[in-house]
T-cell receptor, first 112, second 111 residues
Framework: RKEVEQDPGPFNVPEGATVAFNCTYS??????FFWYRQDCRKEPKLLMS???SGNEDGRFTAQLNRASQYISLLIRDSKLSDSATYLC?????????????FGTGTKLQVIP | DVKVTQSSRYLVKRTGEKVFLECVQD?????MFWYRQDPGLGLRLIYF???????EKGDIPEGYSVSREKKERFSLILESASTNQTSMYLC??????????FGNGTRLTVT
């Protein structure tokens, strides 16, 4: 089983739609969680951290469910510019240093 | 703003050549990482370093080595490049326990 799993998509949604992605992780000792966005042929960039209580940044909402070991990203009122691949990232500490694991990403295509 | 700079955006090398990929960060971060990214496989960790002169193997270290002589610089070395090392290489840094900041990548082609 992969440490971090995501549905690769693609998710094709019309402008204005609400779309949600999930990401499951296998290590219950994982401590911090992030969503990154990656545009085609570009480097990943941090979209938002994911906090235990859930957090919102404009049209984006991230949630963490430790009991079921998944994180989610909700995008409301999708824009064409939201088209990208969304990567979930899970951190834990092992042997005194940070271990960072990326999911393979979920591709989102917002269509006019 | 954190800046992570990779020395080359595109690189073409021949099979068997020794290849150096350089990465420099300007924010005094302890941790630095090298990933490769291939379609359908996502980002895979090659090596990381949590301090000067320290290095740890990631998930796919075979055929690679690294060097961290100064805190701001983390070099990836392909000892003898092979065609299956054609890939996008991404360097990242972080201050520890926090999110990663990526360079803009080096697209390496080995012919």
């Amino acid at each position: 089983r992969k440490e971090v799993e995501q549905d690769p998509g693609p998710f094709n949604v019309p402008e204005g739609a609400t779309v949600a992605f999930n990401c499951t992780y296998s290590n219950s000792a994982s401590q911090s969680f992030f969503w990154y966005r990656q545009d085609c042929r570009k480097e990943p960039k941090l979209l938002m951290s994911v906090y235990s209580s859930g957090n919102e940044d404009g049209r984006f909402t991230a949630q963490l469910n430790r009991a079921s070991q998944y994180i989610s990203l909700l995008i409301r009122d999708s824009k064409l510019s939201d088209s990208a691949t969304y990567l979930c990232v899970v951190n834990y500490y092992s042997g005194g240093y940070q271990k960072v694991t990326f999911g393979t990403g979920t591709k989102l295509q917002v269509i006019p | 703003d954190v800046k992570v700079t990779q020395s080359s955006r595109y690189l073409v090398k021949r099979t068997g050549e020794k290849v150096f990929l350089e990465c420099v960060q300007d924010m005094d971060h302890e941790n630095m990482f090298w990933y490769r990214q291939d379609p359908g496989l996502g980002l895979r960790l090659i090596y990381f370093s949590y301090d000067v002169k320290m290095k740890e193997k990631g998930d796919i270290p075979e055929g690679y080595s690294v060097s961290r002589e100064k805190k701001e610089r983390f070099s990836l070395i392909l000892e003898s490049a092979s065609t299956n090392q054609t890939s996008m290489y991404l360097c990242a840094s972080s201050p520890g326990g926090s999110s990663l900041h990526f360079g803009n990548g080096t697209r390496l082609t080995v012919t």
